[in-house]
């Protein structure tokens, strides 16, 4: 299976999706590696709004650097858990409910 970083190609070898998981292995490269560590770096806080809370659902999916193709459709993905050297990672497909969620109203 083919996913995405950025627009970066990579294989997620054994494959296995579940209740909107999605688990396997990256066959990462060196450059892969390095590009998703400097991002991630880069970028630690990509998931915060301006306030330290978390974004909001959509803004959340929409700013995820993580994606797979679903024929025409690019479906956004978050990155759960990413071991670099073994490429073992766990992806969803929805944000996670927050509790803040409930009690931001």
């Not at 054994?14 to 450059?31: F, H, I, K, N, P």
């Amino acid at each position: 299976m083919q996913i995405f970083f950025l627009a970066r190609p990579i294989t997620l070898q054994e494959a296995v999706s579940s209740d909107g998981w999605l688990e396997g292995r990256l066959a990462l490269t060196d450059d892969d590696r390095t590009a998703i560590e400097t991002w991630e770096e880069m970028n630690d806080s990509w998931y915060l709004d301006d306030d330290g809370e978390r974004l909001d659902d959509q803004t959340l999916m929409g700013a995820t650097p993580w994606s797979y193709r679903r024929g025409e459709t690019t479906v956004k993905l978050l990155r759960r858990f990413i071991d670099h050297a073994t490429g073992d990672a766990r992806f969803t497909a929805h944000a996670p409910i927050q509790l803040t969620d409930y009690l931001r109203t």
